[in-house]
Each structure stands twice: as structure tokens, then as C-alpha cells.
């Protein structure tokens, strides 16, 4: 029907039954919207087809590898020995690529034992040493990713219902004041203060979003403007709170940090005591299959989804199209809470001036990358603890010769790649397909 | 200029979208490329405008081979389009939208370079130097002048009217010196009025020797305007008729059986009043009145045509029946007010509503057929038990559907956006109709579409009607006004002009659309009068005088 003349090979002669679309939908991530989605089409000759033509999640990982090598690339350059070799590269070519070699995958297997596996704790583990040391890179990572992916979690929500969430931040700063202010300020037994705390950091940062969405819905505010300003607002009552004996401010100090809060408000351990992974991850997985199950099998989730597709078509079919704004930015801000509430209970650390961090930000990069599905999120969010813990370990390992900074460089490339389909197809000679997910990320700033 | 296409073929994977298509066009006619949607008709287009690069085949034109790599080299070989959605800036202006890509330009006392490609009298070599407005200005109106294509130069495009802006788009093209151009399905989105002016401009464009290849799927409308006739379809050309080739003739070429042109059924048996609608008032957009106080009744078991040109308050007034707009006054269905209810409570008191645009409001795209088949429906049981949905219940009342109205989709997970418009269209009527409805609101119902799919449109709105439903039929489309209403009712600017018959001659019910009838059907004040007859009112009219009906040949070659 509509003709519009791409000047792509698809230029969609509309025959009725035209394949091609089913091979790339079944190709795609497991995790694809609809209810009535089924599982058994993968066969082979459709994988293969999906990879030719580069699905979506082909791209992804050529995407990682791609930025992979052009870090790589980075590390040489900040090596003064391969640098050197390489200026004397025609007297002796074997010895400058040598040089490059091990300089690139030094730091990437640091990276990987760092982050992810390191072999020598299996050859200890099989002469007597702890076993629990083999789990301590995964464990690390996972408490790393913990905060991305619901902050992450929180950006996706909200883009499936078409809107976009800035916001992240400021909700989780609504979340940690509370988290904390609960945390420190009752006394509760174990378990109780916990869920109370947690279910607090929830309503404080739902609140926030609540509040997003009924300025969209009842003004027609852009939801992009109001978070970002919000954001603000958020960082200065945080500071305002922590700089006031009456309010947050730990008692005898003049610096802006709250108190510490109660041991029974912590959550426990999973894999260890901090920096390994606690109940936070279990929150985190928990949300994330949560939030997938809302979206593929509610009618809400089909109300967000359509709202999001199509506003129009929704308000035609009888959706109520604000309720569904207002509602999905409480859900989005209650887990950007839910996010603080993994930092404050789950580290050990006290909610300072700064503690936000980039956890709003990453989590819009974490929500991209993972093309905002549930699924995706979390696959994403580990992606970007195992790149932070690896880096930490890196710099350690090759005594700052490649600083930890290489990892947000990695990040950058890699949202980067994936935000530019056309580049890695051309690079890698794949062909086209027709929509990829982040042509709609970028439809989705229309609101 | 004279064009030749010789065998040319395209396949997209397995499917031969063009299959060793010959076609000329002779300097100064008008061709008509006649097909059903999906037929091949806009790749063949595509492949002459260099959009599309054709496996086999060559393109001539004078006798000589040309190589049409690009909308560049089609422009430069003379070959014009107008595609069916326009490509303009709507924030420019008509001047500055014309002259994008190749805009006049002063330069500082340098002498004007007249070199390259784009090169013609009219314009200059795209290169640094101040924009000429003035000489882009005076060019739009010298062309507007002489094809009497009346435009506002200095007009922003988002503020004309669809029809004005497609003028826009063909000066573009004359301004780059076209000697042929193609209209990609040109009256898809006009109005009556506008199609005549538009046949009108085509007509002084072929008397200045241009030629053009109209692309249509509108029987009247080739008839009407071209010179010859070629039918495509399934991607071969199947026929090279005259344009006084026969309606049915036509239609079955293009369909490959027979078929039929105005649905049969029987006369209307109106029992009770489903719908009434009083003193009921629509604001438009800047706070006018788009609809102003009507009152209509419609009855169970009889269809009510809302006849009108486009814009005269039609797509407010069915928003509003559905909710989607605010509006004053009464709407009571079955007894109950509806006035103050929901779009959702209104659907479930028994509303089936096909709206006036599909592709924005009746489907979204990017979802499967299957769950375009619940849109309004997804909360109700079977598909929903509290908030959990149930996916199977939904695929199997999908894989149903699909099946008892035949859309063809090569499967229920297909993207709903994929399928060709006559196939969404009837995906948006098989959910609107497969469930018990009271009422059934359809907006312009086979806009766009092809003459099988309007056939089958027709059929089952007809098949609701005897099935007890009181059905409102919003259309332009006169032939459709007269295939389906039981009774007319005619909006001119936002009010009911008149209540008339089906047997009104067409002359009087376009008099009436025009806005004259405003005072002419006060004047028969018995049986057309403002004062709201009701149905059996209507009933009693006495047949049809024999001079006022007319033969739809006749309306052709006007």
C-alpha cells in the first residue's frame, strides 16, 4: 500500500503473502512481542537467513565486536612499548604486530578474568582451593549490572508505551531518599525492613514518574523536558536533604551524606559480602521477568504496546491513551526505585550527594542496546557490569597503562554501532532488512 | 517525447512483481495503467523513475536506449512522478518547496553558470551563492499560469489542501522540464470536486503535448481521462483497451473472473430505532463548529448513507459518535444515552466502528495480523481472563478470521503494516463486524481500495444490514452512496442538508453536496426538507421517475 519509494531492494510490492517477514521475526531475540508468538519456526535455513540479513541481534553482537577492535586500537595507542615498536615498524614488522598482540589481548583476557572467568581460580579450586573464587568475576558482574538493568528496565517500559524516559535519575534519587530515610529511620525486624524499605524505594521513585506522566496527560508537557528538568530538581532536594541536620543529613557531620541504614534494612548476599552480588540481582531478574511478562501477556501490556505503536489506533480501539501514559511512567519511575534500593540496601554504601551516578544515563544506553525488551535489558545490563568490572581490573593488572576510562569508551562505540545499523551492514557486507528496532528508537522521540 | 518500456521484469525473491512488460506511450496521450493493488503497477513506475533497477528488459525513449539508473536519470530523460504520497516540506513554502534540489541562485555579480545535468531554461546549476526567491517565485507562477494549476507561491504546503498540494508537486515536475509524467494512483486522496480539476489540468497538459501514464484502479476515472488503457495483472499485462471499453469488461481483466460491480441486496425492512442522534454539535480544530446541531435516526436492518465531499464535518461528526472528539447534544443507542460514555464503553455497548483512515487509526502496523484482529476487543473473554491475555484464544480466533474473510497473509504473526491496503482493510472489518453489534459506523469503508476488495467490503456490510444492524455508511464516493444506503442523508458544512431516497438522480444529490441544496430541499420540504423524516418517511417516496435515473456510462464521459 504505501509505495514510498526507498531506494533500498524492498521497495514492497505488496502482494498479499509476501514472505520474507516471518524469517526475520522468528530470527529475532526469543523474546518477541505478542501473545500469540510462536517458538517453533527457528529451524535451521531461517538462522541462517536471520544472520545473512542481519537481524537485529546479529547486528548487536557484530556491534560488540566491532567496538571491540577499535578499543583495541585505543590500547595500542596508549602503550608506550607497542607505540615504539611501531615506529620502527618497517625495520621490524614481526615485531611491532607481536607487540600489538599481546599489549590488545593482555588487557582483553584482564578484561575476561576480571569480569567474567578466571581460569587460574579453577586450576587452584582443583588443588584445594576455594571454589566460591571461581564465581567471584560472575558474582561482581552481576552486582555491577544490577542497578543498569532496572534503571534500564525503567528506560524500556516507558519506550514501549512510546514514551521516552529521561528521567531515570531524578526517580532514583526519589527512591534512594526514601529507601534510606526508611532504612535509618525505623526500627523494624529483619525481613519486614527490607520489603519496607524496598517496596519504599519503589513508591518514592514511582512517585516522581507518576508525576511525568500526569503532566503529559493532562497538560500535553513532553515527557522528555519534564524529566530531564526534574532530574535537576531531584539532584538539588537531594543536596538540599543532606546538608540539613533535621532532614537527611548524618548527625556530627558536615559533609553531605546520610546515616547509615539499619543492618536489618540490608539486603543479604549472594554470592558474597559487596562487590559481589547480593538479593538485588534477584530483584533485578525478578523485575525483568516481570516487566516481560507485563508486556507480552496483560491486557495492560498490550494497552502500553499499542499506545506505543500507535496512539491514534489505540485511542480508536477504545484505550484510554493518557491512562496508559501515567501509568507506565509510575511503573518506569517505581523501577528506577527499585534500582536505588539495590545500591543503598545492597553495597553497604551511604546515600551520598553524588550517588546517582550514571546509572540514569546508563540505563537509557542499557535500554537501547537491549532494543528495549525485557530480555535484552538484562543481557545488556551484564554486558555493561562485566565492561565496568573488567575495566577496574584492567587498569589494576596493567598498573594504569590502560586506564579503566577504556570501558567507557567501549560503551560509547557500542551504543554507537548499534544506533547505526547501515554502518555495521556495510562494514560486514550484510544485507538490509526492513526495520531493526532503532529506526523505531528514533521514531520514538515524536512522542 | 516518445516512450517504450520492452519486456521489462523485476522479481523481488520469488515473486515476479513485473513479468516482461511492453508498454508505449505516445507523445501527447494519456496511458492508463489499470490494476488491482499489488498487481505491479507502481514497480513498473518505480523501474521507469530509476527507483527500482529491472533484472531484464530496456527502457527507449525516442526509439533510443536509455539507461535509468536513478530519479536523476529519469529526470534528465524527461520522465516526471508524482508519487501517491507527496514528497514536500510542509514548513516551506509552495516556491521553495518547487524549487528544492534546484534552486535559483544569485551570485555576486558573477555570470551564472549553466552547466550540468539539471540544467533547463527555467533553472541554474545548484551552486553556492544567495538563494533567488524572486526568479523561484516567478517561475511557479509562469507554470501555473499556463496550465491553469492555481497555486499561492508563497502558501506553506501544511496549510493547503491535499489536492492543491498535489498541483505542488506536479509544477515540480514540469519545472524540471517533464515531457512525460507519471501519477502513482493520483485521486486516491482527492476529492470529487478536486479530481476534476485535476483531470482538467492533465487534459491542458496533454494539449501541450506532454504525455501521461495515469495509474489507477478507478474504472470511471480511466475511462474518463485516457487516451488508452492497459490492464495489468499479477505483473503481466494482460489487455490494451479503449477507453469506451465497458465497466464490467474492464473490472474482470483486472481481477481475472467477473465481478460484481454493485452489490445485490434486497429491499431494506427497518424495524426499531437503533441510533438517534439530536441537536448534536462537533467543534473542529480552531474552535469552529464542525458539525453543527444534526439530528438523524437509524433504524435496525437498514443502512443510512451520509453522502458529502470530504471535509464538510463528516470525519468529526463519526469521531465524535465514537468519543474521539468532544461534542454537545444527545446520542442515545438502543435506549440509552451514550453521550457521556467512553470510546471503550461505547465499543462494548455494541458499536462496530471502521474508521476513515486504516493505516492511522484502525491498525497499527507494526503488529501481527493476530493481535490487529483483538485491537478493541483484547480485554474481553475469550482473549483476556482479568489482566492475563490468552494467547492462544487470540491465535485461534486469528487464524478463524483470516480465514472466513479471507485476508491474504501468509500467516497470523505477519506484521499487519506488510499486507497490501485491500487486505488491512478487511482485516479492520473482520474485527469490527465478527462481533454482535448494534450499530456499525464505517467511514469512507473501501477508500483505496481495488474493485475485489470493495466487491467483498460491500458484501458484508450489506450482510450486517440483513443481519438486523443499523448501519451509517460516511463516504465521498457517490457509487458507493448509491450501491449501499437505504437512505441518504447529504452534509454540507457541517449540517444536514437533506434527507433524500436512493433513486435521487445523481445530478440532484451532487447539487445537494455542492451546498445549493441547502435551500432547494426546503423548497420539496414534503420528502427532503431539513425537518427529519423519519425512515418509513423515506419509505413512502414513490420509485424512481425514469428521467432522473442515469446510466453510470453517461456520468463517464462527461
Redesign the interface.
Known amino acids: 500500500?504505501?509505495?514510498?519509494?526507498v531506494?533500498g531492494p524492498?521497495?514492497?510490492?505488496?502482494?498479499?503473502?509476501?514472505?520474507?517477514?516471518?524469517a526475520t521475526?522468528a530470527g529475532g531475540p526469543a523474546e518477541t512481542p505478542?501473545?500469540?508468538?510462536?517458538r517453533s519456526r527457528l529451524t535451521g535455513a531461517v538462522l541462517i537467513q536471520a544472520i545473512t540479513h542481519g537481524s537485529s541481534t546479529v547486528i548487536t553482537i557484530l556491534a560488540i565486536f566491532l567496538a571491540l577492535v577499535v578499543g583495541g586500537v585505543l590500547i595500542v595507542f596508549s602503550d608506550p612499548v607497542v607505540t615504539r615498536a611501531w615506529s620502527s615498524f618497517f625495520a621490524n614488522p614481526g615485531y611491532a604486530l607481536a607487540q600489538t598482540w599481546d599489549a590488545v589481548s593482555f588487557a582483553y583476557s584482564q578484561m575476561f578474568e576480571g569480569a567474567i572467568l578466571n581460569p587460574a581460580t579453577i586450576s587452584a579450586a582443583a588443588h584445594g582451593g576455594s571454589i566460591a573464587a571461581i564465581f567471584y568475576p560472575l558474582s561482581s558482574t552481576c552486582a555491577q549490572a544490577t542497578p543498569l538493568i532496572l534503571t534500564g528496565l525503567s528506560v524500556a517500559i516507558a519506550f514501549r508505551a512510546g514514551l521516552f524516559n529521561i528521567g531515570a535519575a531524578g526517580q532514583w534519587v526519589g527512591g534512594a531518599i526514601v529507601a534510606t530515610w526508611l532504612g535509618f529511620g525505623l526500627s523494624l525486624p529483619p525481613v519486614i525492613h527490607i520489603i519496607v524499605c524496598v517496596l519504599g524505594a519503589f513508591v518514592g521513585g514511582a512517585v516522581i514518574g507518576w508525576f511525568v506522566g500526569l503532566l503529559k496527560a493532562k497538560t500535553g508537557a513532553h515527557e522528555v523536558i519534564v524529566t530531564i528538568m526534574l532530574n535537576y530538581v531531584m539532584y538539588d532536594l537531594l543536596q538540599y536533604l543532606l546538608s540539613h541536620q533535621s532532614m537527611l543529613q548524618q548527625p556530627h557531620q558536615t559533609n553531605q551524606v546520610a546515616p547509615f541504614i539499619a543492618d536489618n534494612a540490608n539486603l543479604g548476599h549472594v554470592g558474597g559480602p559487596p562487590p559481589q552480588a547480593g538479593v538485588g540481582f534477584l530483584i533485578a531478574v525478578a523485575a525483568a521477568l516481570g516487566v516481560a511478562w507485563l508486556l507480552s501477556?496483560?491486557?495492560?501490556?498490550?494497552?502500553f504496546?499499542?499506545v506505543g505503536?500507535?496512539p491514534?489506533?489505540?485511542?480508536?480501539?477504545?484505550?484510554?491513551v493518557e491512562r496508559s501514559w501515567i501509568l507506565v511512567m509510575l511503573l518506569a519511575g517505581g523501577l528506577a526505585g527499585l534500582s536505588a534500593a539495590t545500591v543503598i540496601q545492597g553495597t553497604g554504601t551511604q546515600l551520598t550527594f553524588n550517588s546517582y551516578g550514571t546509572y540514569g544515563p546508563d540505563g537509557i544506553t542499557v535500554a537501547l542496546l537491549g532494543r528495549a525488551k525485557p530480555l535484552g535489558v538484562v543481557l545488556a545490563g551484564l554486558l555493561f557490569g562485566a565492561l565496568h568490572v573488567g575495566g577496574t581490573f584492567v587498569e589494576a593488572a596493567t598498573l594504569g597503562q590502560v586506564p579503566a576510562d577504556i570501558v567507557q569508551v567501549l560503551e560509547g562505540l557500542i551504543v554507537l554501532f548499534v544506533a547505526a545499523p547501515a554502518l555495521i551492514r556495510a562494514v560486514f557486507r550484510l544485507r538490509a532488512t526492513a526495520?531493526t528496532g532503532m529506526e523505531?528508537a528514533a521514531k520514538g522521540w515524536n512522542g | 517525447m516518445k516512450l517504450e518500456l520492452r519486456g521489462i521484469t523485476k522479481r523481488f525473491g520469488s515473486l515476479v512483481a513485473n513479468d516482461h512488460i511492453d508498454l508505449v506511450v505516445q507523445p501527447g496521450k494519456i496511458v492508463a495503467l489499470l490494476g488491482e493493488n499489488g498487481a505491479g503497477k507502481t514497480t513498473l513506475m518505480n523501474v521507469l523513475y530509476g527507483l527500482v533497477q529491472p533484472d531484464e528488459g530496456e527502457i527507449l525513449v525516442n526509439d533510443e536506449p536509455v539507461h535509468i539508473r536513478s530519479p536523476k536519470d529519469a529526470i534528465s530523460a524527461g520522465v516526471g512522478m508524482v508519487h501517491q504520497h507527496f514528497m514536500l516540506v510542509p514548513v516551506f513554502t509552495v516556491a521553495e518547496n518547487v524549487t528544492l534540489g534546484a534552486e535559483p541562485v544569485r551570485r555576486f555579480g558573477l555570470p551564472e553558470l549553466n552547466l550540468g545535468p539539471l540544467h533547463s531554461p527555467r533553472l541554474s546549476v545548484p551552486s553556492p551563492g544567495l538563494l533567488d526567491r524572486r526568479r523561484a517565485r516567478a517561475s511557479v507562477e509562469e507554470l501555473s499560469q499556463r496550465f491553469g494549476l492555481r497555486v499561492d507561491p508563497d502558501a506553506y504546503v501544511e496549510d493547503l489542501p491535499v489536492g492543491v498540494q498535489q498541483r505542488v508537486e506536479i509544477i515540480k515536475a514540469l519545472l524540471r522540464d517533464a515531457s512525460i509524467l507519471i501519477l502513482d494512483e493520483p485521486t486516491a486522496v482527492l476529492t470529487p470536486g478536486e479530481t476534476e480539476d485535476l483531470f482538467q489540468i492533465m487534459g491542458q497538459l496533454r494539449d501541450s503535448g506532454r504525455s501521461i501514464v495515469f495509474i489507477s484502479h478507478k474504472l470511471k476515472e480511466v475511462q474518463a481521462i485516457a487516451d488508452s488503457i492497459t490492464v495489468i495483472r499479477r505483473g503481466k499485462v494482460v489487455a490494451e483497451r479503449p477507453p469506451s471499453t465497458s465497466d464490467a469488461e474492464l473490472a474482470a481483466l483486472m481481477v481475472g473472473r467477473s465481478v460484481q460491480l454493485r452489490v445485490s441486496k434486497e429491499t431494506a425492512r427497518p424495524a426499531g430505532v437503533v441510533l438517534a442522534v439530536s441537536d448534536f454539535s462537533v467543534p473542529g480544530e480552531h474552535g469552529e463548529l464542525a458539525v453543527q446541531s444534526i439530528s438523524f435516526d437509524v433504524r435496525a436492518g437498514e443502512i443510512l448513507g451520509i453522502a458529502g465531499v470530504q471535509g464538510n464535518g463528516q470525519t468529526e461528526l463519526c469521531e465524535a459518535l465514537m468519543g474521539l472528539r468532544p461534542s454537545t447534544g444527545s446520542i442515545v443507542l438502543d435506549g440509552t444515552d451514550i453521550s457521556a460514555a467512553s470510546t471503550r464503553d461505547r465499543l462494548r455497548a455494541g458499536i462496530g466502528y471502521i474508521p476513515e483512515d486504516r493505516q492511522e487509526d484502525g491498525l497499527v502496523g507494526g503488529f501481527s495480523v493476530a493481535d490487529n484482529l483483538i485491537l478493541d476487543v483484547y480485554d474481553r473473554p475469550p482473549y483476556a481472563a482479568g489482566i492475563a491475555m490468552k494467547p492462544d484464544a487470540v491465535r485461534k480466533a486469528a487464524l478463524h478470521l483470516v480465514n472466513e474473510y479471507d485476508v491474504r497473509t501468509s500467516s497470523v504473526l505477519t506484521a499487519a503494516g506488510t499486507l497490501s491496503g485491500g487486505n488491512q482493510q478487511k482485516v479492520v472489518v473482520a474485527r469490527e463486524l465478527s462481533r454482535p453489534n448494534k450499530l456499525m459506523l464505517a467511514s469512507q469503508p473501501t477508500r483505496g481500495l481495488d474493485v475485489g476488495s470493495i466487491e467483498f467490503v460491500h458484501s458484508e456490510i450489506v450482510k450486517q444490514r440483513d443481519r438486523g444492524v443499523a448501519v451509517v455508511i460516511v463516504s465521498s464516493e457517490l457509487d458507493e452512496i448509491y450501491a449501499l444506503s437505504d437512505r441518504i442523508a447529504v452534509m454540507y458544512e457541517g449540517k444536514i442538508v437533506g434527507f433524500c431516497s436512493p433513486d435521487v438522480a445523481e445530478q440532484e444529490l451532487g447539487l445537494l453536496m455542492a451546498g445549493a441544496g441547502a435551500g432547494a430541499a426546503e423548497q420539496r420540504g414534503d420528502d427532503a426538507g431539513p425537518h427529519l423524516p423519519t425512515a418509513d418517511e423515506i419509505l413512502e417516496i414513490p420509485g424512481p421517475s425514469a428521467d432522473h435515473a442515469q446510466p453510470p456510462a453517461e456520468e463517464a464521459e462527461k
Open positions: 500500500m504505501s509505495d514510498i519509494p531506494a524492498e521497495p514492497a510490492p505488496a502482494a498479499p503473502g509476501t514472505p520474507a517477514t516471518p521475526e505478542g501473545p500469540a508468538t510462536s501477556r496483560t491486557t495492560t501490556g498490550f494497552q504496546r499499542t505503536a500507535s491514534s489506533a489505540a485511542r480508536t480501539a477504545g484505550i484510554k526495520g523505531a
